[in-house]
């Protein structure tokens, strides 16, 4: 099987309750998480219901303090089409 080329686009995050210089962090960590997640697994079947708009909804844990653990874990919302 082939691999295709997909391009996702995030038009908005919005982050409350970290500082504004960790955005970068978690969005780097975000990319680089959901780009892992989609190689290994594939697209999600969330995507394939509504590709044009993935609404992952907001997250609450008390593992989102650090930067990069938030970036992995919205990641893997976004993945499987926010029902985490």
């Given amino acids: 099987m082939n691999p295709r080329e997909i391009e996702v686009h995030i038009e908005e995050l919005v982050l409350h309750g970290f500082a504004p210089g960790d955005r970068w962090r978690i969005g780097d960590v975000l ?15 969330a995507w394939h219901q509504s590709p044009e708009k993935i609404e992952a909804g907001p997250l609450r844990a008390a593992s989102l303090t650090k ?18």
């Fill in 31 to 45: 990319e680089s998480e959901l780009r892992g997640l989609l190689m290994e697994k594939g697209l999600p079947v």
């Fill in 67 to 84: 930067p990069s653990r938030a970036g992995r874990q919205i990641a893997r919302t976004i993945w499987k089409g926010g029902t985490e």
